[in-house]
Nanobody, 116 residues
């Protein structure tokens, strides 16, 4: 069965950096298009970044130039390097396939808090 385990979140000051990891199981990772998503309190979950099975990437406008998505097919792990973090980046971050089908499984996510 599909399982995603997100990690690497924490409390960081504005301007700081974090690297999130997503360990996948039950997935043919090398042919999957994957995405990082986030959900801030009181808001809907939104797409942060996408990486295709060939390594092409795409980012939400507010993340361009600050976030970098990558993956290691051998380790079945996806990463999100986040630099120049802002308070508005505070959210729970999740990984999943892209696009996500209704009713899809979601992991527990990892909390990112940007505050001084």
């Amino acid at each position: 069965q599909v399982q995603f385990v997100e990690s690497g979140g924490g409390l960081v000051q504005p301007g700081g950096s974090l690297r999130l990891s997503c360990a996948a199981s039950g997935v043919i990772f090398s042919i999957a298009t994957m995405g990082w998503y986030r959900q801030a309190p009181g808001k809907q979950r939104e797409l942060v970044a996408v990486i295709t099975h060939t390594g092409n990437t795409n980012y939400a406008d507010s993340m361009k130039g600050r976030f970098t998505i990558s993956k290691d097919n051998a380790k079945k792990t996806m990463y999100l390097q986040m630099n120049s973090l802002k308070p508005e980046d505070t959210a729970v971050y999740y990984c999943n396939f892209h696009p996500v089908v209704p009713g899809a499984y979601w992991g527990q996510g990892t909390q990112v808090t940007v505050a001084s």
